[in-house]
Each structure stands twice: as C-alpha cells, then as structure tokens.
C-alpha cells in the first residue's frame, strides 16, 4: 500500500467517522421536536427509542437518516478509496454513530446503520435480516434481543448468498461487534 493509498483511507475514515457523528436521533429530538431522546425512555440515542418516545414518524425518520449517512458514506469511501475505502468508512461511521464527536460521544448502538450497511451491500441480505429481527421480535418482544438477532445472523446469510469480498466480512463482523457492545448493558439487565 503506498503513502498515496494510506491518505486516501485515512480521508475516507476521517470522513466516515465526521458523518457518522451526526446522530439523527439527536437533531430530530433535541432540535427539532425540542425534547433531547438521550434524556428520555432508555436514554439511548437510536430509532428504537426515537420511536418508543416519539412515535413511529421520528422513529422511522431517525432510522431512514442513519441507513442513508452510512450508505452516502460507503460510496464516498469508495469513490475515494475503492472496496475498501468503502469498508473503512463503514467502520468508521460505525464509530462515530455509537460515540459522535458533536454529542458528548454519546450516541446510539449501531442497529440502524448495520441495516444501511446491509442495504448497501445486497438487498437480499437487508430483507434477510429484517426478517430475522421481526420473527425475533414477534418472540421475544423486546428490540434489544430482535436487533442482535438480524445482526449476528448478517454474515452468516453473507456465507449463504455468496459473493461477498473479505473487506465487506470485516465490515459486517465489526458491526455484530459495535451492536453486540453496545447492546451489552441491556443483556445484563434482561
């Protein structure tokens, strides 16, 4: 790799991380609707507590904003650093969506972006795991145990459908990682 290749994928992860930090739960609830989400419900900065506190419309804003940042993202990695230029954005917009420059580093535990993430790579792959998350829910009841169920199932169904490169694996690897994490405190609760 040369010096040229090193700086073009330090850009793409500067670039994934400052995109990833703008929290869409965060505007949308302490900007827009005037009332901040982290100070409310779980106090988590995500679509599923956007949703439980606010309803499914700023839920469902919160969640089509953070797929859209992840996937505007991967495409600017690539453009600037090929596959896996994509890949490090990726990662680093997981990092900056769970701990955000612009909010404390307080922000939310990476559901909404591993499903943009997973849109970006296969739609299959995105129905697949949403499929997974609902028949999870409709179990359990509870978004925690349905979010890492679509999530960990991610690169399973990757081996099952074929054709994904090792760069796109070490993406979703990460993001089981950064949800399972983030996630850890409510498992101890539960």
Request: proline share 2%; glycine share 12%; net charge positive.
């Amino acid at each position: 790799m040369s010096i040229i290749d090193i700086l073009l994928h330090i850009a793409a992860a500067v670039l994934g991380y400052v995109i990833g930090s703008v929290n869409a739960a965060v505007i949308i609830t302490k900007y827009i609707l005037k009332s901040d989400v982290r100070e409310r419900g779980s106090k988590n900065a995500g679509a599923a507590n956007v949703t439980r506190v606010f309803g499914p419309v700023a839920g469902g804003c919160t969640l089509l904003l953070d797929m859209a940042k992840v996937m505007l993202v991967m495409w600017l990695g690539g453009v600037i650093a090929g596959e896996t230029g994509t890949a490090t954005a990726a990662i680093a917009c997981l990092t900056g969506h769970c701990f955000p420059i612009f909010f404390g580093f307080k922000g939310g535990k990476a559901v909404a972006v591993t499903a943009g993430i997973g849109l970006y790579m296969d739609w299959r792959l995105f129905l697949i795991c949403i499929g997974i998350y609902l028949l999870a829910f409709l179990i359990k009841k509870t978004a925690s145990i349905a979010s890492l169920s679509g999530v960990t199932f991610m690169p399973i169904t990757m081996l099952i459908l074929g054709g994904f490169s090792a760069s796109q694996y070490v993406v979703a690897i990460a993001a089981v990682a950064f949800v399972w994490i983030m996630h850890w405190p409510n498992l101890v609760r539960l």
